[in-house]
């Protein structure tokens, strides 16, 4: 075995063979996979092999489309084959809601170029004979479906690796890892010692094991699964007789069931609601090739309804039930790149399908430690998404719920309850006296809206129960004063001796004077957006900034890779530990002068000022901005003080009809001001130029701020696509987000997000289209559950154009 290696890659199944292919496609041949025992030990060899491109994030539709394609490529490498057969499917709705939910994932798949269309339930049955379309609703036909060998297709990768190169160490297990000061690894195996550069924890069934070698607790879970084969069917052989052809494959969502031909018979899985954890705490070391005993009870509900949906099912013999376990991440989606605080440990697990996602998910792990970068949008599986909140027990929890709901549909305004409440803020209980409703965001309990006694939501595509509540707390904002809690945002104090020069290269804002604060969008070295923060100059206190909550430990992970060496900079993120308040409208001023003694007025503290003054008999940071896009405030205060500063806010308010807003009519309220925000408009793969960002970049500035050639270019070039506003002629649902936007009679943008913009009494899209149109007055139109609804561009903001509000 050899004693170092740039890469070692710990694990041999699907995933790990990925990680190692891609790696070597790429160039990166010094590079060894460490495999405990035979390749495809884990999960791997036990699975159903099937695939499919559908996925209701669109970047994770995308990653399973490269997936798919990648096949070909790696049997001709490799000459293994991998089994492949893409049969085509159906997936089929046995209700209206999930019907809406269809129109939805065909929509999405325009922009992507997926290949599904709507068809009727006889439609479906001719397709698939073995369904009773009296059953169903509607359906979709995708045509990239189908099925491989497991084994086959882990093989193809591990061949393909070898013959670029790389080498692969078999029935070697790692015990230990080890950071040496110089942030190389020692990899301790059970046959000698590794040194290498990078690590990546592609150990599935144990990447929670392997997590423990480095001190970290993964958030993944194994849970059983199971799927039957049935003996011989003459249905199917009716079938393949007729066609010419394999039965194709089936998703029955309502059903929760999936279905394939195996051989001459039918194979039929299930995400069953009373699903079980396995190995809850500790995998053992010594599980191989063996699989667990079925338990045919558990499955019986889905096994009753498949039966009916498929009455073929009821005359066939079952040959064989296969239960196995395979891991999941608590939102269902893998955990791949750099762990935070952890330099050169790399995650690629947590990857529930590994056929239709590994390829993808090797790629992207491949780019980033070869090129500093992903290469495409991997927000939805990137593993900062989870902090140190994530708990086992939170996981263990979150994990049950995903898998139970695999099927399930899962409503715009829907909030799943499991592993809540986790983090609450100090004034958790005022807010739920008085009707709050909560969402769960990164862990934290947040305020959506407020219901009144004995209402809560009810889910819906169309518009809901909480409309008229959220245009209540809109109003208030618009014409007297709201209150909003903002614990949730993301908040850091930066300081040290080389802070100005630092932040100077890391944001391609200007900096601030003292007591002042700016916009400060932060790049990547492609010149695309990779944050957008406000940041505030304390003077001797340091720097303040504020971004995405959710981002907190993605945003950490690049501001402690780039930190200097010398410890001339430090930086802190506050997480709980700063409490925040806001109160925006026209009387917000009025509310804060009856708070403070310190002078507030117009002419004393000017947009866009900050300073720390004594709000009540607390001591707060007050900031004057407002993502309202109205006359506001954010108020950060210590923890302590949130209960004294929230009832001291709301006191003073009660004059002034001061009324608790949630996170829904924050919504509705940057919409009208065509406000971006992170994860929606602002995703690393958009440019300054693209997102209108450009504004708010300082190219002047004398400092080389990390992407500003790559901007400047992207600039002069004129970028590739405009975030545009669109006024949505629709009447009792908005869009969300992903549905596909037309110009004339073609797809050529997407929506980011949108909602009711309640003060305006319009309808709001915001997306992206190419540049090449995106000034077309006419011939707009966006697809909503199945409607091409006319879009009007809107060319200013709806609210307040002239900023007004905002800066008197
Ligand atoms: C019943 C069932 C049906 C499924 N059906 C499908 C399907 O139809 N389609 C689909 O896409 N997916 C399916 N899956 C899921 C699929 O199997 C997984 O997504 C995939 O196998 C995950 O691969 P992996 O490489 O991440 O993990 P694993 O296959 O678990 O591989 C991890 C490997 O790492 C090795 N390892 C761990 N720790 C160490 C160490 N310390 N030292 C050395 N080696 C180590 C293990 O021995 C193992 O070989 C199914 C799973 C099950 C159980």
Redesign the pocket.
Known sequence: MRNSARVVV?????????VLYHLAKLGWTDIVL??????????????????HTINGDPNVAKLQQYTIDLYKEIEALSGQPTGLHLTGGVMLAATEARFDWMKSIVAKGRYLGIEARIITPERAHELMPLLDPTCFVGAIETVVDG?LD?SGT?QAYAKAARKLGAAIERF????ELIQNADRSWRVI?DKGEIRADHIVN??????R??GH?VGREHPVLAM????LITEDMPEVAAINEATGKEVIHAIDFDGEL?LRQERGGMLM?TYEKACKAWAEHETP?DF?HELLTPDIDRIAPSLEVGFKHFPAFQRAGIKKV??????FAPDGNPLVGPVPGLPGYWC???????????GGVGLALANWMIHGDPGFDVWAMDVARFGSWASKAYTNAKVRENYARRFSIRFPNEELPAGRPLKTSPIYDRLKARGAQFGAAAGLEVPLWYAPAGTRDEFSWRRSNDFEAVAGEVRAVRERVGLIETTGFAKYTVRGSGVTAWLDRLLASRIPAAGRMTLAPMLKHDGRVIGDFTLANLGAEGFFLVGSGIAEDYHMRWFQEHLPKDGSVQILAHGMGCSGLAIAGPEARRVLSAATTADVSARAFKFMDVRRIGVGMSSALVARVSYTGDLGYEIWCDPANQVHLFDTLMNAGAEFGIQLFGARALNSLRLEKAYGSWAREYRPIYSPVDAGLDRFVAFGKEADFIGKEAALRDKQSGGRLRLRCFIVDTDDADVIGDEPIWQQETVCGWVTSGGYAHASGVSVALGYVPKEMADREHGWSIELLGRRCTARLQHQALFDPDGRRLHD
């Open positions: 710990v694990g041999g199944g699907v995933v790990g063979c990925s460490v495999e405990r025992d035979e390749l495809t030990s884990g999960s791997t060899w036990h699975a159903a092999g099937g695939i099925h497991p882990t070697t297990k790692v015990e195996t592609a150990g599935g069934l144990w990447a094991e392997v070698m059983e699964h199971m799927y999936y899985g070391w191989g296969i239960n196995g376990p395979f891991t690629a697990c947590g990857v529930m399908a590994g056929f239709s996602q590994g």
